[in-house]
């Protein structure tokens, strides 16, 4: 199914970016040290601590004892639906904006049909480690709203924000991960330098990716302006989060900078920034990790959606029906971090992960 035309300039799909596709086995390569949880049961950030592994090397997880990938139906190269939300509001103003009632549904649906949250930095860099049966999906958040966290008076998120929602649903189910990637712009969630917001997000298992300083359009900027843009806001992240990393960028717009390079790796000034996974606006199921299609230089997101309006049939209910129905082959976990399960005759993975590949 081919997007409409202004869907296809926003994603710049599947097309391999020369300086990027140069640095795919590098990212793919980075991996990362294991979550710790809170008492609370939420899980860690460890996403904004991690560094790769050694370049060429695919890095695997501890071994865990392995489910039969027949049983399951383990298919580790199938797609994997990366959300994208921005304004989760009473009363709708845009296509991108979704009801807190639908945002909540949304969620219900995906706990129901086993899919586990993982964070963009874990999915770009194949830290996919989830029961056996599950499938991924990224949940991925634009703009940094108030709608979508702020602290309450106790300290904790609000429970009318995303955050507040998502943590809700995984009270009531507990194998459905509460970790989000929120990309963020200066001043996020309304706080200045994101001095409160960020430490609590990072502490509660989110990620904090970047979003540029000012939501800048990097396609009409200068190459030394989209630089900057990208690396000022992975300094004002810093700042709030010292010591971590900020592993991933979703382009504003989903417009790429010129070189398409710069938005993976850059320097401005003495802030350098690298990328393991560059995020688009849509406007469909992304590749496995460990498929040959994988480009971690310009990874598809679905744009929530109900299942009528505008471009409905490139929103999630309608992506992920297909998902669900067989339509569009879907990742499901084999329950192993250290190896890759896949259908004999389906798609192997890419030849770096050749060691760890098991048909069946």
């Known amino acids: 199914m081919t997007p409409p035309r202004h869907l296809r300039e926003k994603t710049v799909q599947h097309r ?4 990027v596709a140069a640095l795919a086995a590098l990212l793919l390569a980075a991996t990362a040290c294991g979550d710790d949880a809170h008492s609370d049961g939420t899980p860690s950030a460890g996403d904004a601590r991690r560094q790769p592994a050694a370049a060429g090397q695919p890095a695997a997880p501890p071994a865990r004892v392995p489910a039969d990938p027949a049983a399951v139906g383990a298919d580790e190269t199938g797609a994997v639906p990366v959300l994208m939300y921005h304004q989760i509001v009473t009363s709708p103003k845009s296509v991108y904006d979704r009801t807190p009632e639908d945002f909540r549904a949304e969620l219900e649906r995906l706990a129901r049909e086993k ?20 499938h991924p999906v990224v949940l991925t958040f634009d703009d940094s709203s108030k709608s979508q966290f702020r602290l309450d008076p106790g300290g904790g998120a609000a429970p009318d924000t995303a955050v507040g929602i998502l943590l809700d ?6 194998g459905f991960r509460p970790v989000a990637t929120m990309f963020v712009n ?15 997000l990072h502490d509660h298992g989110f990620e904090v990716g970047n979003h540029t300083r000012d939501h800048a359009n990097l396609r ?8 900057r843009q990208i690396a000022e806001q992975q300094a004002m992240i810093l700042a709030a989060l010292p010591g971590a990393t900020v592993d991933t960028l979703a382009l504003p717009f989903g417009a790429e900078p010129k070189p398409a390079s710069l938005a993976a790796k850059g320097n401005s000034g003495t802030v350098a920034y690298e990328h393991r996974g560059v995020f688009l606006v849509g406007a469909n199921p992304a590749p496995s990790p460990f498929a040959p299609t994988f480009d971690p230089g310009a990874v598809a997101r679905i744009r929530s959606a109900p299942a009528t309006g505008e471009d409905a049939r490139y929103g999630s209910t309608a992506w992920l029906d297909q998902l669900a129905d067989g339509r569009v082959r879907r990742y499901t976990s084999d329950g192993d971090p250290t190896t890759i399960a896949y259908p004999r005759g389906g798609t ?3 030849a770096a992960y050749t060691s760890r590949s098991r048909a069946y």
């Open 16 to 19: 391999l970016v020369p300086t």
């Open 115 to 134: 899919y586990v949250p993982v964070t963009a930095a874990e999915y770009a860099s194949g830290r996919i480690d989830i029961p056996a049966g599950t």
């Open 169 to 174: 649903v995984a009270r009531t189910h507990p």
């Open 186 to 200: 200066a001043d996020p969630f309304g706080d200045p330098g994101g001095r409160k917001t960020l430490p609590w």
């Open 220 to 227: 009409s900027a200068t190459p030394e302006a989209a630089t």
């Open 348 to 350: 192997a993975p890419a």
